[in-house]
Each structure stands twice: as structure tokens, then as C-alpha cells.
């Protein structure tokens, strides 16, 4: 069997170095388009679950992070002047470089051919007549743009900014730092990857990124040269943090994350099977989804179910293993991808919450951006009770649950955050609650009712909606309809972006309604929680 591999990056030398290792009469073929030393980046995260699994294939990633790379569990967050620390998550990382050279040892020698420098087309590799090809070139996929009526691609580009660099500071683990400039609000990943080295990622939003003229390098000039101006810039901003630690450029500029999914990962053309692996067929958002993870994962998948269909594979029974891949590894993807779209979706609004709420609130509120109270308490229910006595402190220091903290609505207090609703009338545990009017009723509402939207696009209209009601005179925006992710944002707006009191509309039949509700009132994306029948 000959299977050419199309990209030498994690991905792509780990499916070579198992596809020969398990038939060592393979011919196993990787082209890589840049130079053996070349990478791009600092440093890749693995989760222990993730490092178990891989471990299992080969070796050699966890070898490489206990002599190389760094190890921890506590997640930290920081801002003014506090950190709040979030345990049993259990990451590791090293150096990519560090990875890279140990799988392309380990790949030749299994006996895989590299051949570095050498930029190949798709049609190149069909015509040479391989048996399986495997397309794990990165993002911007040659193969999958050439077969793109067959792979369906879609893209969603992000409008946070980010920029991926490196410092001699010793972060201790996955640490979130942020800073107020005079321009905007900035962001920092920062981990450690081994060797007195960090990774040091930056996130804004472009109102801030122009702001603080940092929209000037060309970033269309070929990979290479780093925004040495942008490297100053941050550096003096996050002095304090990192204790006057340089930052380190390595292709380091400015870029908008770029959300691809393909309905199809696997086609076949003459003799040739061909499937996409890695970023070609799918990315998840770095703050929840490493793509070095997944693509590693892919690798191992596939080679499981070539293996599967005997030692020597060929036509129909290639087809059935790539199908088996895909049916095996797009669930787990498409998991990721789901969880990635709310936690990236809070980096594009991170400055209202930044500017909003106390620092014990804004650490729950990141971390409950992918996942509910119950979920964060079975981690880690030290920091979970934490914020409740934050929560308890900042209410009078009553010993009441967040559900069952009154508060006041233009001089009515509402005992409870949850509030049963039936056919858009809202009925408050002490008494009647006017009419929400859908649109705002002329002279001014007690309440407005917004629809959120279906997709994010329309989360600006509906937000003027809400801002049109409290002009009004409205006491209280509640949000409804549209999918989770959008009443949230829609909600969270209103509520920390314009100061609204806001009511967030769920459905009953959710079985952890109770949970969503406490961990939209805690993390203050909400005052209220209407639950329809």
C-alpha cells in the first residue's frame, strides 16, 4: 500500500509513523512544503485524557513532556490586582518544535520517506498514483480547496484579534491575564512549554487594536517577519505581569481565528483514496480545542480503521476504512467545535465584562462560558463555593443562594431570580408583572420583550432593540427565542454593556434548567431567569 502524506505537522507525521509502523511493508511518503527547522508558534496544550490516548498509539508525546515540556492543573485568572485560580483540569504542553522533532526521528526511523522543501500539488500526488492520500495541510488546505464540491467547506471567520508569542516569564500554568490600555482592553494565554520559555497569546478586539495603531503590518507579505511594533507595545502594556520579560517573535502578527467545518472528509478519485486530516477538515478555537490535539487524534483514528480492514487495504476496503474514521471522529469534533463557538464567542466581548464586574464574578463568568455550576463545581467545588461567598459578601453578606437573592426593579423587590412565565406575561412570585410589550409599547414600558436572533449576525439588531426600550423608559430587558448562545449574548449586553436589568428566557423542559439558570445569575450574564412551561 502507498499513502503520501500532504503536511508535516503533528498531524500528519503521526499518521505516517503509525501507518508504517503497523505495516512495516507500507510506503509511507510525507511532503512538506518548508524546511525540516521550520515551525511557526511556541507552544501546543494537551489535556490528560487527551496525553492518555495518544500515549497509548506511541510514546513518544509523553516523553516528550516529561523531559521536555510542562505539566500543572489549576487554571489562573487575574485582574486588578486579584487571581483566582480554577483546579482539576490536568494540561501539559511543550515546545512545537520540541514535538515536531521527536515525531520526524520517530517517523524516519519506522522507515517514512520526508521530504522536506518540497511543495506538492494535489494533482501531483494523484498522478503519481497512491493509494491513500492524506491531506494534513493546515487551514488553508490545498487539497480541500481542489476538491471543495466534494468537502463542502464553510468558514466563519472571529472579529477578536489575536497574535501568538513567546516570553522568558515563568508562567506556572494556564494563566489568563488582562490589562486596561488607554486604546482598550487586551488579553493574555499565557502557559509554560518548557525550557524558560511560555507561550504568551494576545486577544482584542479591533476597535482597540486600531486604536492603539497596531492595524499597520502588512500582514499579506509571505511568513516570516514579526510586528516588531506590536511587540513593543504589548511588552510595556504587560511589563508589570511578566516582570519585565521580553516577549519573543517568531512569525508573530496579527490574525482573526477562523472557524472551518467540511460536510465531507474522505473522497476518492481514480485508484486514489484521499481524506482530510487536522485543521484541513475542521479547527476549534485554541482556548478550548487545541488543533495539534485534534489532529493527532485524527491521525490516530484513521490509521486504527486502515489497520481495521486488514494488512493490505486497497479499494472498497479503503473506502470502508475512511468512512469509518470520519463516522468515528466527527462526533468528537463536532463536541469541541460546539463547546469553541461560546468560549470564543467571550473573546470578542470580553471588554464589556472586563469593565463590568468584579474580579471573583469576571473569573466565574470566563469559566462558565463553556461549561454550567454543576459541571465547574465537580472540578473544582472549593472554587466554585468561593464565588457563592463572594456572591454572599457582595449582597450584605446575607447567607442566601444567588436564586434566592432579592432584588430590586424600579422600587419592587422581586424575592427569587427565577420567574415562572406563560404566554408572554411574566408572574412574579410576590404579585402580577405588567405585560412585557413585543414591540415596546408608545409612552414608555414596564418591561420589553427581545427576540434574540437565530445566527450571531443579528445580535447588533437586536441589541438596538433593547437600548430602543430602555430610551423608552423600560425597567427591564427580557431576552427570548433565538438558540442559547444568542439570547445569552443578546442578554449580556443589555445587562453589561448598557446596564439593563435583564431577564433571561429559557426553556422548562431543559433538564438542567435549575443549573443554568444559577449559573447565568452568578456569573452576571443575567439578574433574572423566566422559565416558559
Avoid at 512538506?32 to 490528560?48: I, K, M, Q
Avoid at 486596561?180 to 511560555?198: D, E, K, L, R, T
Avoid at 486530516?277 to 475542521?282: E, I, M, S
Avoid at 423608559?473 to 445569552?488: E, H, M, S
Amino acid at each position: 500500500m502507498r499513502i503520501a502524506c500532504l503536511g508535516a505537522g503533528p498531524g500528519g507525521l503521526l499518521a505516517a509513523l503509525l501507518a508504517k509502523r503497523s505495516d512495516p511493508e507500507r510506503q509511507v511518503t510525507v511532503y512538506e512544503r518548508n524546511r525540516a527547522g521550520d515551525t511557526f508558534g511556541f507552544g501546543v496544550v494537551f489535556s490528560d485524557a487527551t496525553l492518555d490516548g495518544i500515549d497509548a498509539a506511541d510514546p513518544v508525546l509523553r516523553r516528550a513532556l516529561t523531559e521536555h515540556g510542562a505539566h500543572w492543573d489549576p487554571i489562573e485568572v487575574r485582574l486588578r490586582g486579584e487571581r483566582w485560580r480554577f483546579g482539576g483540569n490536568g494540561m501539559a504542553a511543550v515546545a512545537r518544535q520540541r514535538l515536531l522533532s521527536l515525531l520526524q526521528q520517530r517517523a524516519a526511523d519506522a522507515g517514512v520517506d520526508i521530504r522536506f522543501s518540497a511543495p506538492t500539488q494535489p494533482d501531483d500526488l494523484l498522478a503519481a498514483g497512491y493509494d491513500l492520500v492524506v491531506a494534513a495541510d493546515g487551514a488553508n488546505s490545498s487539497v480541500r480547496a481542489r476538491f471543495g464540491e466534494v468537502f463542502g467547506p464553510s468558514v466563519v471567520t472571529a472579529t477578536a484579534k489575536f497574535i501568538w508569542f513567546g516570553t522568558t516569564y515563568p508562567f506556572d500554568g494556564l494563566t489568563f491575564v488582562h490589562e486596561q490600555s488607554p486604546h482598550g482592553v487586551f488579553a493574555v494565554h499565557g502557559y509554560p512549554i518548557g525550557n524558560g520559555v511560555s507561550t504568551f497569546i494576545v486577544e482584542t478586539d479591533e476597535r482597540s487594536w486600531r486604536a492603539a495603531g497596531l492595524d499597520g503590518f502588512d500582514v499579506s507579505q509571505p511568513p516570516g517577519p514579526s510586528d516588531e511594533v506590536t511587540r513593543a507595545y504589548l511588552e510595556k502594556l504587560f511589563a508589570e505581569q511578566i516582570s519585565g520579560c521580553p516577549l519573543l517573535v517568531k512569525n508573530s502578527r496579527w490574525g482573526n481565528f477562523r472557524t472551518w467545518r467540511t460536510q465531507r472528509w474522505r473522497h476518492r478519485v481514480g485508484r486514489t483514496a484521499v481524506a482530510l486530516l487536522g485543521d484541513a477538515a475542521h479547527t476549534a478555537h485554541f482556548s478550548v480545542g487545541s488543533g495539534t490535539k485534534m489532529a493527532m487524534e485524527d491521525a490516530i483514528a484513521l490509521v486504527a480503521a486502515l489497520d481495521k480492514q486488514g494488512p493490505r487495504p486497497s479499494g472498497d476496503a479503503v473506502d470502508a476504512a475512511l468512512a469509518s474514521y470520519e463516522a468515528a471522529r466527527r462526533p468528537q469534533v463536532t463536541k469541541i467545535q460546539d463547546a469553541a463557538r461560546p468560549s470564543l464567542s467571550w473573546w470578542e466581548h470580553f471588554g464589556r465584562s472586563y469593565r463590568s464586574l468584579p474580579p471573583w464574578q469576571f473569573a466565574f463568568h470566563f469559566f462558565s462560558r463553556s461549561l454550567p455550576e454543576s459541571k465547574l463545581r465537580q472540578r473544582d467545588a472549593r472554587f466554585v463555593e468561593s464565588v457563592h461567598g463572594a456572591w454572599q459578601a457582595a449582597h450584605g453578606g446575607m447567607a442566601v443562594e444567588p436564586l434566592d437573592t432579592p432584588i430590586d426593579i424600579a422600587g419592587v423587590t422581586q424575592p427569587h431570580r427565577v420567574v415562572p412565565l406563560a404566554d408572554g406575561a411574566a408572574q412574579l412570585a410576590s404579585g402580577p408583572l405588567p405585560l412585557l410589550a413585543q414591540p415596546p409599547a408608545p409612552g414608555g414600558p414596564w418591561g420589553i420583550w427581545v427576540s434574540a436572533p437565530a445566527t450571531e449576525s443579528g445580535i447588533a439588531q437586536a441589541d438596538e432593540a433593547a437600548a430602543r426600550g430602555l430610551a423608552a423608559g423600560a425597567c427591564l430587558v427580557a431576552v427570548g427565542d433565538g438558540t442559547p448562545l444568542t439570547r445569552r449574548l443578546v442578554c449580556e449586553a443589555a445587562r453589561l454593556g448598557r446596564g439593563a436589568v435583564t431577564m433571561l428566557v429559557e426553556d422548562a423542559s431543559r433538564v438542567d434548567a435549575e443549573d443554568a439558570a444559577r449559573t447565568a445569575v452568578l456569573s452576571g450574564r443575567a439578574d433574572l431567569v423566566g422559565v416558559r412551561p
